[in-house]
T-cell receptor, first 115, second 116 residues
């Protein structure tokens, strides 16, 4: 059965610090998709990134970067030079069956960025 | 472009009462999802519709939960009777197509249900 684990329940950093959010997944599929979503206090989930299982290249988007390592079944998310606006709950999620299956979410990591 | 609309935003009921939530997806989106998000947890899929047909309802507690998507547009999720453990945020999401790999899901603001 598919599973997504986010072991860090809550992280607190001071503005401008770098922070990495960990995500470990389990799946028997060879083709699957991994996602990160942000849930700010308003509650709406905001899509950040989608990565398929055949693309292990790291990705960078502004202050955000993602490290996908199939060998360790991890898909970690790093925020560089964190800002107060980054404060939110971040979810890692998995879609199996070549991306046909609905998302299985981890339990989330609450990030608090202090000014 | 308007986002996914949900109502009500908040609902408080007594256990054993009934409640219904409404979702209006983004115009043209064929796929609609209902998720349950219990406090401190990630969202869990309850049901997925493709147009007005059910794709996946394997995690829907069918003895008390029901959902419909008449005409393939709006959707209603009902709980009857509610239990204390149903206290959660109910999120609706929509996408243009069924394959999550190619179709981004857009989420609504959710309905926060408190069962007393």
């Amino acid at each position: 059965a598919q599973k997504v684990t986010q072991a860090q329940t809550e992280i607190s950093v001071v503005e401008k610090e770098d922070v990495t959010l960990d995500c470990v997944y389990e799946t028997r599929d060879t083709t699957y998709y991994l996602f990160w979503y942000k849930q700010p206090p308003s509650g709406e989930l905001v899509f950040l990134i989608r990565r398929n299982s055949f693309d292990e290249q790291n990705e960078i988007s502004g202050r955000y970067s993602w490290n996908f390592q199939k060998s360790t079944s991890s898909f970690n998310f790093t925020i560089t030079a964190s800002q107060v606006v980054d404060s939110a709950v971040y979810f890692c999620a998995l879609s199996e069956d070549t991306g046909r299956r609905a998302l299985t979410f981890g339990s989330g990591t609450r990030l608090q960025v202090q000014p | 472009e308007a986002g996914v609309a949900q109502s009500p935003r908040y609902k408080i009921i007594e256990k054993r009462q009934s409640v219904a939530f409404w979702c209006n997806p983004i115009s043209g989106h064929a796929t609609l999802y209902w998720y349950q998000q219990i406090l401190g947890q990630g969202p869990k899929l309850l049901i997925q519709f493709q147009n007005n047909g059910v794709v996946d309802d394997s995690q829907l507690p069918k003895d008390r939960f029901s959902a419909e998507r008449l005409k393939g547009v709006d959707s209603t999720l009902k709980i009857q009777p509610a239990k204390l453990e149903d206290s959660a945020v109910y999120l609706c999401a929509s996408s243009q197509g069924e394959f999550i790999a190619y179709n981004e899901q857009f989420f609504g603001p959710g309905t926060r249900l408190t069962v007393l």
